[in-house]
């Protein structure tokens, strides 16, 4: 029976947890750690403040755990072990894929990475220093299609800055891009025109451009319809 009871409130407490932790996400991705309150957490989670500081230890260290949890997401995205034995454009293509795809569906978390960094990254830097590993071996890996003469001389590690760069850009500045692309708030951003333009953005970068480019291209227009091609200029 006491271990019914114990297994009961480890549940409850976990699913309070999930809760506390959307509600801080959409309040940290928002105003950052500082211009967020641990009142305006507990409201938008609909508990009182005095319940919110029953589950957490501060709100600095749910910021952290929460800043621990997209490193952790984002450690999937990057190149792979399985890319070495891929063709750089086929790499290139799904590291494009996965990071715009993480972007879209988890904004908020991109708007909170992007908000800690141009806070100056205080709380991030530790987290950065365990994770280092996956970012050297992508390294090593777009160092060795250099060395091999696959792709154009670049340094790996400004690529990926780039690639980062391109994708991140959706979540930051969405409403940016919906106004210039004239497209409402209810409606979905076209995803698979936006992947293909970055990654042949990027694949011509490297000087994979070409034939890539064109089937990736042609696949996209063949899946849109006549009505949502942009009118030709005058």
Do not use: N
């Amino acid at each position: 029976m006491a271990d019914l009871r114990t297994a009961a409130l480890a549940k409850r407490r976990a699913e309070m947890m999930d809760v506390i932790s959307a509600a801080a996400l959409e309040q940290f991705s928002l105003h950052g750690l500082r211009g967020t309150s641990t009142q305006e957490i507990a409201e938008r989670a609909g508990i009182s403040k005095q319940q919110l500081h029953y589950y957490i230890e501060s709100k600095d260290v749910l910021y952290e755990s929460i800043l621990r949890r997209t490193m952790q997401h984002w450690g999937q995205i990057g190149l792979k072990t399985e890319d070495k034995s891929a063709t750089p454009a086929e790499a290139i293509a799904r590291l494009v894929r996965r990071k715009l795809d993480f972007t879209f569906d988890h904004p908020q978390v991109s708007r909170l990475f992007s908000y800690e960094v141009m806070s100056g990254g205080a709380a991030i830097r530790r987290i950065w220093a365990e994770s280092a590993d996956a970012v050297d071996a992508a390294v090593r890996i777009i160092g060795e299609w250099v060395r091999k003469r696959e792709i154009e001389p670049i340094e790996p590690i400004f690529l990926l800055f780039h690639i980062w760069a391109l994708t991140q850009h959706y979540a930051d500045y969405e409403p940016q891009v919906r106004f210039f692309i004239h497209c409402a708030p209810e409606e979905a951003l076209d995803r698979e025109r936006i992947c293909a333009q970055i990654t042949c953005f990027v694949l011509r970068g490297v000087g994979l451009g070409s034939a890539a480019c064109s089937d990736r291209t042609d696949t996209v227009r063949s899946q849109r319809s006549p009505a949502t091609l942009p009118a030709a200029a005058a």
